[in-house]
């Protein structure tokens, strides 16, 4: 019977992810299971206690949204820690691209009886060091709305990733990008560069629909520069993936992508956006053992 860790982030939305977690507790304490809980006081304080539990031989249970799913999955990443998720954070889209229940005692079974599957994450490394995401790094002006969604204090979910995108897309003006994938050089200009794990950002928009966690490939989305008007309708295009039809993205796929840019770019990686370009992202194959 496994035994479980689950690390709860309270100042980051965690009262919604503490209803959700109970709910999947009953079900894995009534199937004789073990659940500790641990209440971090930062991402980095989550991390430090997802290894101290990997290394009591527990699996990891990240409790929340893509920030704190991306930061103890990218701690674990390269040891043999199995690591679940429980969803309750505004976007989950990493849970998405893994297909996870959204049901709570569907996804206890999940946790329970179901084998891991190993993954691929992203080595990222910029001015602020090195460090490993699991869902995509983004850069321009989608990295942008999603700073401004992370600090609505209003709006919630899918809307304030809207709200956010419409808001950065009406003051932004396209950028040059030098994109190095896999030491082909490529020039750029326009609103964004996304290396990408999963299909899946910004709230289950589907940046990239070939995208897969477990190929060993990064899916490298430019989208170039073009009337706002037009950027509007590719916004809503991520709905369903359709974007990817229009002449005005260009899709690579590669090991390792570097994004460099001619001024102050954001970057962010799974929902974090604290610093600007360059970056290099890589991908490392296979590298976290995920229950899904």
Same mark, same amino acid.
């Given at each position: 019977?496994?035994?479980?860790?689950?690390?709860?982030?309270?100042?980051?939305?965690?009262?919604?992810?503490?209803?959700?977690?109970?709910?999947?507790?009953?079900?894995?304490?009534?199937?004789?299971?073990?659940?500790?809980?641990?209440?971090?006081?930062?991402?980095?304080?989550?991390?430090?206690?997802?290894?101290?539990?990997?290394?009591?031989?527990?699996?990891?249970?990240?409790?929340?949204?893509?920030?704190?799913?991306?930061?103890?999955?990218?701690?674990?990443?390269?040891?043999?820690?199995?690591?679940?998720?429980?969803?309750?954070?505004?976007?989950?889209?990493?849970?998405?691209?893994?297909?996870?229940?959204?049901?709570?005692?569907?996804?206890?079974?999940?946790?329970?009886?179901?084998?891991?599957?190993?993954?691929?994450?992203?080595?990222?490394?910029?001015?602020?060091?090195?460090?490993?995401?699991?869902?995509?790094?983004?850069?321009? $002006?989608?990295?942008?709305?999603?700073?401004?969604?992370?600090?609505?204090?209003?709006?919630?979910?899918?809307?304030?990733?809207?709200?956010?995108?419409?808001?950065? $897309?009406?003051?932004?003006?396209?950028?040059?990008?030098?994109?190095?994938?896999?030491?082909?050089?490529?020039?750029?200009?326009?609103?964004?560069?996304?290396?990408?794990?999963?299909?899946?950002?910004?709230?289950?928009?589907?940046?990239?629909?070939?995208?897969?966690?477990?190929?060993?490939?990064?899916?490298?989305?430019?989208?170039?520069?073009?009337?706002?008007?037009?950027?509007?309708?590719?916004?809503?295009?991520?709905?369903?993936?359709?974007?990817?039809?229009?002449?005005?993205?260009?899709?690579?796929?590669?090991?390792?992508?570097?994004?460099?840019?001619?001024?102050?770019?954001?970057?962010?990686?799974?929902?974090?956006?604290?610093?600007?370009?360059?970056?290099?992202?890589?991908?490392?194959?296979?590298?976290?053992?995920?229950?899904?």
């Amino acid at each position: 019977m496994r035994q479980f860790t689950a690390i709860v982030n309270p100042a980051a939305g965690g009262s919604a992810g503490v209803a959700v977690l109970l709910r999947v507790a009953r079900v894995l304490r009534e199937a004789g299971a073990e659940l500790e809980t641990e209440y971090s006081r930062s991402l980095p304080h989550a991390q430090e206690l997802a290894r101290e539990a990997g290394q009591r031989q527990r699996v990891v249970l990240a409790v929340g949204g893509d920030g704190i799913v991306g930061g103890i999955g990218g701690a674990l990443s390269g040891t043999d820690t199995l690591f679940g998720l429980i969803p309750a954070g505004r976007g989950n889209d990493f849970a998405r691209a893994l297909g996870l229940p959204t049901d709570p005692e569907a996804l206890a079974r999940v946790l329970l009886h179901h084998v891991p599957r190993s993954v691929d994450t992203i080595e990222v490394e910029s001015a602020h060091g090195r460090s490993v995401a699991l869902g995509s790094v983004y850069a321009g $002006v989608d990295a942008l709305a999603n700073r401004h969604a992370n600090r609505s204090t209003v709006l919630k979910g899918a809307a304030s990733y809207y709200a956010g995108g419409l808001r950065a $897309v009406a003051g932004w003006r396209p950028a040059g990008y030098r994109v190095t994938v896999d030491g082909e050089e490529l020039t750029h200009r326009g609103y964004t560069v996304v290396a990408a794990n999963s299909a899946y950002y910004g709230s289950g928009r589907i940046i990239a629909p070939d995208a897969r966690v477990d190929d060993g490939l990064l899916d490298v989305v430019m989208i170039r520069e073009a009337p706002r008007r037009l950027f509007f309708a590719l916004m809503n295009e991520l709905k369903s993936g359709a974007h990817v039809h229009r002449p005005e993205v260009r899709i690579v796929r590669g090991t390792e992508v570097r994004i460099e840019a001619d001024r102050d770019v954001p970057f962010g990686a799974d929902g974090e956006v604290d610093t600007v370009l360059p970056v290099t992202a890589r991908v490392l194959p296979g590298a976290l053992a995920v229950l899904c």
